[in-house]
């Protein structure tokens, strides 16, 4: 109940194209969904963030969209670019009193050919 | 500002060896988490600390531990180290309150021989 899926598993897209990657959740209770990008060598950094009352979520070229009722949500790259290239992780988590723990998805390797 | 620091950034073990992995969170976070990163998967839970004291664990064996110190600074600690325990180590810093996510480390890059 505790995980978070997520495909495909590696994604091609050409330069300007869009890029999609979902998640699908089983944990009702999670009440935030962020997006993080990870380059080679690096930390996660966050990328674009929703919660669970909002069905869209919008920041440059870059929207979650989001259905609570089929417990799915999704990233959209509009006009992918070839320094998108990384691997993308969804998550989710509980905002406890402590702060929030995360759930990561297996993770998106998307190639951007220029 | 300085983000969340990690050292060392690379570390090679021998199995059965005992590793020590330090963390500095950005100013003014006083949560700490560590995760574990393991090579084609995504980061997974070890644990979470504030004020010195666990506030959460992951599905991990008690040869890891951890500790924070008064100036919120943190190390994970790995005894009894296996092949399996290869992997990025990360830590990550946040505010208490609020959706804000995580700012996560660079890591530290595990290889246990």
């Known amino acids: 109940q505790q995980q978070v899926k997520q495909s495909p598993q590696s994604l091609i897209v050409q330069k300007g194209g869009i890029s999609i990657i979902n998640c699908a959740y089983e944990?009702?209770?999670?009440?935030?969904f962020p997006w993080y990008q990870q380059f080679p060598g690096k930390g996660p950094a966050l990328l674009i963030a929703?919660?669970?009352?909002?069905s869209e979520k919008k920041e440059g070229r870059f929207t979650i969209s989001f259905n609570k009722s089929a417990k799915q949500f999704s990233l959209h790259i509009m006009d992918s670019q070839p320094g998108d290239s990384a691997t993308y992780f969804c998550?989710?988590?509980?905002?406890?009193?402590?702060?929030?723990?995360?759930?990561f998805g297996p993770g998106t390797r998307l190639s951007v050919l220029p | 500002d300085a983000g969340v620091t990690q050292s060392p950034t690379h570390l090679i073990k021998t199995r059965g060896q005992h590793v020590t992995l330090r963390c500095s969170p950005i100013?003014?976070?006083?949560?700490v988490s560590w995760y574990q990163q393991v090579l084609g998967q995504g980061p997974q839970f070890i644990f979470q600390?504030?004020?010195?004291?666990?506030?959460g664990r992951g599905n991990f064996p008690d040869r890891f531990s951890a500790r924070q110190f008064p100036n919120y600074s943190s190390e994970l600690n790995v005894n009894a180290l296996l092949l399996g325990d290869s992997a990025l180590y990360l830590c990550?810093?946040?505010?208490?309150?609020?959706?804000?996510?995580?700012?996560f480390g660079s890591g530290t890059r595990l290889t246990v021989v």
């Open positions: 990550a810093s946040s505010p208490i309150q609020g959706f804000y996510g995580y700012t």
């Open positions: 944990n009702t209770a999670f009440d935030y």
């Open positions: 929703i919660r669970p009352d909002v």
């Open positions: 998550a989710a988590s509980l905002q406890g009193y402590y702060g929030q723990n995360f759930v």
């Open positions: 100013s003014g976070h006083k949560s």
């Open positions: 600390y504030y004020e010195k004291e666990e506030r």
